[in-house]
């Protein structure tokens, strides 16, 4: 099976306030570098054929430019779940057999292991990718992309399950490790920046931005 990604994507000036003064200024630049390596790791996919990023970010429109994919005017900014409809109704208007709503701020994305994947969907199966707490919810793969309605945000995890059984489709859950930290709280960057000092390639954009954090002055210089 092949999919259509959809990344809904906050602004970015709204995006990570749970992070609260751990990144100050610096949260545009984040947000956006880590949809940038979102965006390089969903093009080295083999089973992704086409991108919506779902967004009313100007920054998020010219990120999707400059990786030659599709973006979708949010002009609301109403949540996650309901820019992840926008993108799952263009899928579905195109006739398209699967939909994986992927975040924007999970930049360590292994491309092969998404399509591991999606490679063991099949219609009728709603696949679930847990955080790394097994609470949320990282990834949706739909198979239709209409299975279920998205449901994002905390306790997502078993919601969706849920929300799977009652559709009379099949939910299975997906460990993807490369999916499994997303940057929500002070303890993700922490872990976030502990993974890409030891390996920075893995996400480059996103750790040009956590090194040059490291490195500048903090509020009284």
């Not at 967004?55 to 990120?63: D, I, L």
């Amino acid at each position: 099976m092949q999919a259509t990604a959809v990344l809904p994507v906050k602004r970015f000036g709204a995006a990570k306030q749970r992070l609260g003064g751990s990144i100050g200024e610096a949260r545009p630049a984040l947000a956006e570098a880590m949809l940038s390596d979102v965006l390089d790791a969903l093009a080295r996919s083999e089973r992704i054929l086409r991108v919506l990023v779902v967004s009313g970010e100007p920054a998020a429109q010219r990120a999707a430019e400059t990786h030659d994919v599709e973006w979708l005017d949010d002009p609301d900014d109403a949540g996650h779940p309901e820019a992840a409809r926008i993108g799952v109704a263009a899928a579905l208007e195109a006739g398209e057999a699967c939909a994986a709503l992927l975040p924007g701020d999970c930049p360590l994305l292994d491309p092969g292991e998404l399509d591991r994947a999606i490679g063991a969907l099949r219609a009728g199966v709603v696949g679930i990718v847990p955080d790394r707490h097994g609470t949320g919810t990282n990834g949706l793969l739909l198979a239709p992309p209409d299975a279920i309605a998205p449901s994002f945000g905390p306790g997502s995890c078993e919601r969706h399950l849920e929300l799977a059984r009652r559709s009379g489709v099949e939910p299975r859950l997906f460990e993807i490790e490369s999916l499994a930290l997303d940057l929500d709280t002070p303890d993700d960057l922490t872990e976030l920046t502990g993974v890409l000092r030891d390996d920075p390639g893995r996400a480059p954009a996103t750790a040009a931005v956590l090194a040059a954090m490291a490195t500048s002055p903090g509020p009284e210089g």
